[in-house]
């Protein structure tokens, strides 16, 4: 930024004093001499350089060491040799997860509720986002009103875990997908960004004989691309991190766990993961399994921060339009 | 579009998307043709090409509302809804009708302890497997035939249908008379079948009491049957005034709802899907009053009023439970509160740096803790802190650092903010480029340093986000989340991590007494809520904007 000042400062006087030849050297002289940063800058900007640059690694570091030790050879790992450089890399570990129980079954659980769940928002958001943006509809103020409350206010875990109950909602898939259709902050994300489309293209198709539905589906729906975006990638991480749903709701139901949580009970076991993998199947003993326990553990948690770290570079600008769109509504 | 939804004037156009456009009372019909002939002279020839009769009569009671001037046009037409109360009432019914099938307390098919006292009508009528999934000790031992159970799951679903078939009624009385009409052949049939329903019930309720073992099914018969039963007479009779006096449609009307009413409708599934997923809860808030046990029915005589309230002071074990988790509550919000300008710190340091491309990296990885579960971060303090881990592997000891109670708060506090403090200070590096650069220019020309500019040019330009996320984070006090203090809780720092939403949750789902938790949930959800007003009221009094 202060480079920037210098040049923005610079051409200023120039093209102030270009009339007289002998002004510019003397202004270009005494801005040289600014454009140098002093000593108080130099030691702020390795300070700031530093705690950046350390800051960064302590981001980055923890994921990669996690890699390196699920690809490297197993032997190295118990050892704890396997700090900074991955030795004899292999990926039996992610082949022996194959015989960790239960695993694929949580990892379709997690896939199938991130799409459906993320599908079905999205849809919902952004045709409940069109909607509260159209004023003739009947008591559109309260019932915007009935969606934002929501956000502030919610009864308690408790209320909530019986009103499940009540509903049928435990140890049920649906429990996942049902309770996130609606979602009212992507909804407010969403009609504003409606809002700022013009009202001219949707009148226009009204005319020709559109309907609500229509004109949703060939405007609106194509037109709001960018902020389904935010929202759809907003609500996929959600999907794909939840855990605290499984954790009440599915307490009976095994199967239905998903990624995160089957990663919790397995994190918890103070036992090595001996317990739960099938020793004949993956042709090695339950011990060698035992000793490697802990890298299990590490390889199903690279398995379900992959997904994140892959999509995430790509998908960056979509999360921060988010946000921003989210501090302008507050 | 800028009319408000009350007061909307309605010129019959066949369409109601149409009138959309057309019925602005503020603007007057003239101003709109005026703007858009071209596309007028379009629609009619669409009507003529359709030979679509009732739209070109339509446009001509629109040119004659023209022709005559715009002053007429904003003229209200309110006309009275005919057997308007007759058909409020069988909407109302409807309405209960379809919310009282997703609530078990009002099954009018739990006819007998054999079925799930959680199992709502619906939920009997969509799952079979459900209705009977107590039952399979009653079935091998003889207590009951299966077939009364099928008997019992048919009547249940016959109910559902008619219901289903009454709501659809109702839905479709708010259009015109044609319309509405129709609407009773649906409401009609609705509660025949649904009163076919109940009656298949009863006939099942018979043979459960006539069942041999009595004592094992204790066929008792539901309070609700009786509920439901007067809802649909309401709408039978309802309906059948409405045929009375709802007036014959005109030759060739159409079909028709008005615009308002059909996006109402359009809208309705997801007000019911926000009304039984955040509203309904509060029907939970009545445990609070009873004396629950898990697996007990709710009952009246279980009634012990505010018995809880006060237990939550008088019961000294409860209260000093209760005084540590709140010290760890206000100890790590506040701690959050008073670092909250750390990530506004990051920020203000990071767009110092001129370097875009560093800046673009560090932004990048400095976001992605934001995006992993609790459980992932759990993980990677295991992999670094445990004693296989790195930091152990480094110095050769064997410490586990996740175990013991030292420092517990500061630890969790770093770890949040290791998780957050890049996604936070993206807001602030997008209002530190939304700052005026003249504003920058005017400092550095006066002589400012870089301190002295960051001090008044970049500070103040942020203040008022951050004075909104401070606020909000003021009012969310109370409110930790549950899976950073779950995740990295163990026996050791227990003492010092539990926090409210974490006492909660082991006290209501893994102790199961019920009613203590909600009452302390009920506290919990209305101090957030009166904390996030006064947040509010301090930001329209200091920022005259308000932030909710």
């Known amino acids: ?37 002093s000593a108080g800058d130099k030691v702020f900007f390795i300070i700031d350089y530093l705690f950046f640059i350390v800051f960064t690694i302590s981001c980055i570091f923890p994921f990669y060491y996690l890699f390196i030790n699920t690809i490297s050879d197993a032997s190295l790992v118990s050892k704890g040799m396997i700090n900074f450089i991955p030795k004899g890399i292999n990926f039996n570990n992610y082949l022996a997860l194959r015989n960790v129980t239960d695993l694929s079954n949580s990892i379709i659980v997690s896939v199938a509720r991130t799409v459906l769940g993320t599908a079905l928002m999205v849809m919902a958001s952004a045709f409940v986002g069109y909607l509260m943006t159209k004023e003739e509809m009947w008591k559109r103020k309260f019932f915007y009103r009935f969606l934002v409350i929501t956000m502030y206010f919610n009864a308690g875990l408790i209320p909530w875990y019986l009103n499940m109950v009540m509903l049928g909602l435990t140890n049920n898939f649906a ?69 605290q749903d499984s954790l009440i709701l599915m307490s009976d139901a095994n199967h239905l766990y998903t990624l995160q949580h089957r990663l919790y009970i397995y994190l918890n076991q103070t036992n090595n993961l001996s317990n739960v993998m099938n020793s004949t199947a993956g042709g090695g003993t339950a011990l060698d399994y035992a000793q490697n326990g802990q890298i299990i553990k590490y390889t199903i948690s690279m398995v379900s921060i992959i997904p994140i770290l892959l999509v995430y570079p790509f998908m960056q600008r979509y999360f921060e339009e988010g946000i921003m769109l989210g501090a302008v509504k507050g | 579009m800028g009319s408000n939804s009350d007061d909307h004037s309605i010129i019959t156009i066949d369409d109601g998307d149409d009138d959309a456009v057309y019925s602005e009372p503020d603007h007057g019909v003239n101003d709109k043709l005026q703007i858009i002939p071209s596309r007028v002279h379009q629609a009619e020839e669409y009507a003529e090409e359709q030979a679509d009769k009732s739209y070109k009569l339509s446009h ?46 009002m099954n009018p098919a739990r006819i007998s302890i054999l079925i799930n006292k959680n199992l709502s009508l619906f939920t009997s009528a969509v799952s079979y497997p459900s209705l009977t999934s107590d039952v399979g000790r009653g079935f091998r031992a003889g207590w009951i035939e ?22 659809v009624g109702a839905c479709m009385s708010l259009g015109n008379n044609k319309l509405k009409k129709k609407s009773f052949i649906p409401s009609l049939a609705g509660a025949a079948v649904h009163i076919i329903g109940l009656v298949v019930i009863f006939i099942a309720y018979g043979q459960f009491a006539d069942a041999k073992k009595q004592d094992k099914v ?15 007479a309401i709408v039978l009779v309802t309906t059948i005034i409405a045929i009375m006096i709802v007036p014959k449609p005109e030759e060739g009307e159409k079909c028709e709802m008005e615009t308002k009413f059909k996006l109402f409708l359009m809208f309705l599934p997801f007000a019911i899907l926000t009304f039984v997923f955040c509203y309904l809860p509060l029907w939970g808030w009545r445990f609070a009053f009873f004396d629950y046990k898990v697996g007990d029915t709710l009952t009246m005589d279980k009634w012990v009023g505010f018995k809880w309230f006060v237990h939550l002071f008088e019961n000294e074990a409860t209260r000093r439970d209760l005084l540590n988790v709140m010290r760890n509550t206000l100890a790590m919000s506040g701690l959050g509160i008073i670092t909250s300008w750390l990530p506004l710190a990051f920020a203000v340091l990071l767009t110092e740096i001129s370097n875009t491309k560093f800046r673009r990296i560090v932004q990048t990885f400095t976001t992605i803790p934001n995006f992993i579960s609790w459980i992932l ?3 990677i303090a295991i992999a670094i802190f445990s004693p296989e881990g790195f930091i152990n592997s480094m110095t050769g000891g064997s410490t586990n650092y996740l175990m013991g109670d030292n420092f517990t708060w500061l630890k969790m506090l770093a770890w949040g903010t290791w998780k957050g403090i890049g996604w936070s200070a993206i807001i602030y590096i997008a209002g530190i480029s939304g700052i005026d650069r003249q504003l920058y220019d005017a400092a550095h020309v006066d002589g ?53 939403d974490l006492y909660v949750y082991k006290l209501g789902i893994q102790g199961g007494s019920y009613p203590l938790s909600v009452v302390i949930g009920m506290a919990k959800s209305i101090i957030s809520v009166v904390l996030l007003f006064m947040a509010n009221s301090v930001s329209k009094i200091v920022r005259k904007e308000s932030i909710i």
């Open chain 2, 377 to 379: 971060v759990y993980t």
């Open chain 2, 448 to 500: 400012a340093n870089r301190f002295q500019r960051i001090w008044n040019v970049t500070l103040p330009g942020l203040m008022p986000t951050y004075m909104v996320m401070l606020l909000l984070s003021i009012a969310g006090m109370l409110s930790n989340g549950l899976d950073q203090y779950l995740v990295f809780s163990n026996a050791s720092n227990l003492e010092h991590m539990q926090v409210l």
């Open chain 1, 175 to 243: 429990a996942y997908i049902i309770p996130g259709i609606v979602a009212p902050y992507n909804i407010i994300l969403v009609k504003t960004y409606i809002e700022s489309i013009p009202s001219e293209l949707e009148e226009s198709a009204f005319i020709d004989g559109a309907s609500h539905f229509t004109v949703f589906r060939k405007i609106i729906w194509p037109l709001s691309m960018p902020i389904l975006a935010t929202v759809a990638i907003f609500g996929a991480v959600g999907n794909w991190n939840s855990f």
């Open chain 2, 218 to 232: 204790e066929a008792a018969f539901a309070s609700s049957f009786w509920i439901f039963a007067a809802l649909v």
């Open chain 1, 1 to 37: 930024m202060a480079k920037y000042h210098n040049k923005m400062v610079r051409n200023k006087r120039i093209q102030a004093v270009s009339s007289s030849g002998e002004v510019i050297e003397i202004t270009e002289k005494t801005i040289s001499k600014r454009h140098k940063y």
């Open chain 2, 146 to 167: 299966e077939s009364c159970f099928v008997v019992l799951y048919i009547g249940a679903i016959l109910a559902v249908i008619g219901i289903i078939g009454i709501v």
């Open chain 2, 60 to 105: 001509e009671k629109l040119t004659e509302i023209v022709q005559k001037g715009a002053p007429e046009s904003t003229k209200k037409v309110k006309t009275k809804e005919p057997a308007g109360v007759a058909f409020a009432l069988q909407r109302i019914a409807a309405l209960l009708m379809f919310f009282f099938i997703f609530v078990p307390s």
